[in-house]
């Protein structure tokens, strides 16, 4: 149960082993592809941390890897993720641009303001990617972006909400525009957004019922339901912008994740919340975490019942030790145990512990 170093050698680096020209990604020896991406070790090396969504993960990874085989703004493709909090959404676009060495910007859909009204603009947003590429605009240009919580700015159509509607302005940027970026004071540069790797993504929480009308009650368990293919229509009814979805034509559904998956994140995942503890603990204090499945059972009841997936697992873990861990940092206790245990109970009373010798 500890965590070795993974060596990964990304398509940018291969490329240097081998003594291309190479920027960006861009292999002058391969049929002008900004990068050209191996979709098998790519893959393989988000299995081994996102859990749950494999067949997403190849559509996913095929959709970046033709979008990098482009130069031409007219292929570029853009997606729609659905999904419930903690499955996997934001990391895998995390995940993916950690892999390929590319910028990557997270970005929250509410904090877009409509036009005229105070709160952040594009400006804000067009800033930030650049800040993420380490302001170099053509890094920018050829990064991954993924506007979260889109659902956040869904209307319901009316004509207040119209008026107060976030969504236009994400719609030349979704299309791919040249905008002026403020990259020092007074002075801008041209950014544009035609070949940028761009991604939306939210929870859009019982779609079902504003599509269909349904009403809650025994029986409808739409936590467990089976995941659909969402239309454009289910989309627009929940309140998005169809000039905005027609923008994003291909959809992904997010399973929610269960607590066998949960299971695998804690003891197999090369991101677990649990290893990468064990691994701490291991090396600031040299002492091994010892816990039985019953602490790890618990561990996912907590998550599992706080319906927010992976995302709380890390949380609930820091805090069952956290008692502990300031025990073992006390100055008279250094170097002076070499197991922690921890139990079922720990978890929701962190003063249950023992610090063996």
């Given at each position: 149960n500890t965590i070795s170093k993974i060596s990964i050698v990304?398509?940018?680096?291969?490329?240097?082993?081998?003594g291309q020209n190479v920027y960006m990604g861009i292999d002058s020896n391969q049929n002008d592809y900004r990068l050209d991406i191996d979709v098998d070790e790519l893959n393989d090396f988000l299995s081994e941390r996102i859990y749950?969504?494999?067949?997403?993960?190849?559509?996913?990874?095929?959709?970046?890897?033709?979008?990098?085989?482009?130069?031409?703004?007219?292929?570029?493709?853009?997606?729609?993720?659905?999904?419930?909090?903690?499955?996997?959404?934001?990391?895998?676009?995390?995940?993916?641009?950690?892999?390929?060495?590319v910028p990557y910007t997270n970005y929250s859909a509410p904090d877009l303001s409509a036009v005229g009204y105070v709160?952040?603009?594009?400006?804000?947003?067009?800033?930030?990617?650049?800040?993420?590429?380490?302001?170099?605009?053509?890094?920018?240009?050829?990064?991954?972006?993924?506007?979260?919580?889109?659902?956040?700015?869904?209307?319901?159509?009316?004509?207040?909400?119209?008026?107060?509607?976030?969504?236009?302005?994400?719609?030349?940027?979704?299309?791919?525009h040249i905008y002026d970026v403020e990259t020092r004071f007074r002075y801008y540069e041209k950014l544009n957004t035609s070949l940028m790797s761009i991604f939306c993504g939210g929870a859009f929480e019982n779609i079902e019922l504003e599509s269909k009308n349904l009403q809650i009650g025994f029986g409808n368990d739409y936590g467990q339901q089976e995941i659909k293919n969402y239309t454009t229509q289910d989309l627009i009814n929940y309140g998005m912008k169809k000039e905005l979805i027609g923008r994003l034509p291909i959809t992904y559904v997010y399973n929610e994740l269960s607590k066998n998956q949960l299971k695998n994140i804690l003891l197999k995942s090369k991101i677990s919340p649990l290893l990468i503890e064990k691994a701490?603990?291991?090396?600031?204090?040299?002492?091994?975490?010892?816990?039985?499945?019953?602490y790890i059972d618990e561990l996912i009841d907590v998550a599992y019942n706080l319906k927010t997936g992976a995302r709380s697992l890390k949380g609930i873990i820091d805090k069952s030790l956290e008692l502990a861990e300031f025990d073992l940092q006390r100055k008279k206790n250094l170097g002076k145990y070499r197991e922690m245990l921890v139990t079922k109970d720990t978890v929701t009373n962190n003063k249950i512990y023992t610090l063996k010798k």
């Open positions: 990304t398509p940018c680096e291969k490329a240097k082993i081998k749950g969504q494999d067949d997403n993960l190849k559509g996913i990874i095929n959709t970046i890897a033709m979008n990098y085989k482009t130069r031409n703004p007219k292929e570029i493709k853009k997606a729609l993720i659905i999904g419930p909090s903690g499955s996997g959404k934001t990391e895998t676009f995390r995940l993916i641009a950690e892999y390929l060495k709160g952040k603009d594009m400006e804000d947003l067009l800033k930030t990617i650049y800040d993420n590429a380490n302001k170099d605009i053509k890094m920018a240009e050829n990064g991954i972006v993924f506007i979260d919580e889109i659902d956040k700015i869904a209307t319901k159509g009316t004509k207040s909400d119209n008026a107060v509607n976030a969504q236009p302005q994400l719609l030349k940027f979704l299309e791919g701490r603990l291991k090396r600031d204090f040299n002492i091994d975490l010892v816990c039985d499945m019953k």
